[in-house]
């Protein structure tokens, strides 16, 4: 794939593994991500940026998904770093918590449609799941 962000070609077999094992809440936002579901935006998961492995990903928007769940709790300080650095590179990064994608999953299509309809002025298509 094309992409304007280089990447850490080692990172590509540990996004592999990731994919292949994924969280139960990653699982369930791919469900209303993939194959264009989201007003027809293409995003990809378990994404190789810079040197870091992204949740989710869509190109066209410049916009990163992250799910935190219990293991970001120790990593909060890692997570800022990566962060700032992302968004060095022109990145918007959307958080959410692992039990509000379990618990609470429109309210997290709906911030993410939200943020979509405030940032872009690209024509969106219908979405047959909104």
């Given at each position: 794939?094309?992409?304007?962000?280089?990447?850490?070609?080692?990172?590509?077999?540990?996004?592999?593994?990731?994919?292949?094992?994924?969280?139960?809440?990653e699982v369930l936002l791919w469900q209303r991500l993939r194959g264009g579901q989201l007003l027809g935006y293409d995003f990809h998961r378990q994404k190789p940026l810079l040197n870091?492995?992204?949740?989710?990903?869509?190109?066209?928007?410049?916009?990163?998904?992250?799910?935190?769940?219990?293991?970001?709790?120790?990593?909060?300080?890692?997570?800022?770093?990566?962060?700032?650095?992302?968004?060095?590179?022109?990145?918007?990064?959307?958080?959410?918590?692992?039990?509000?994608?379990?618990?609470?999953?429109?309210?997290?299509?709906?911030?993410?449609?939200?943020?979509?309809?405030?940032?872009?002025?690209?024509?969106?298509?219908?979405?047959?799941?909104?």
């Amino acid at each position: 794939e094309n992409t304007k962000y280089c990447y850490n070609p080692k990172l590509l077999q540990t996004a592999r593994w990731l994919r292949n094992n994924a969280t139960l809440s990653e699982v369930l936002l791919w469900q209303r991500l993939r194959g264009g579901q989201l007003l027809g935006y293409d995003f990809h998961r378990q994404k190789p940026l810079l040197n870091f492995i992204v949740d989710f990903y869509c190109k066209d928007l410049a916009l990163v998904v992250e799910i935190d769940g219990a293991s970001h709790d120790y990593k909060l300080e890692y997570d800022k770093i990566r962060d700032i650095k992302l968004e060095s590179q022109g990145l918007h990064i959307l958080r959410f918590n692992d039990l509000d994608v379990k618990k609470n999953m429109e309210m997290v299509i709906q911030v993410i449609v939200d943020w979509i309809k405030l940032n872009t002025t690209l024509p969106t298509h219908p979405s047959p799941l909104l």
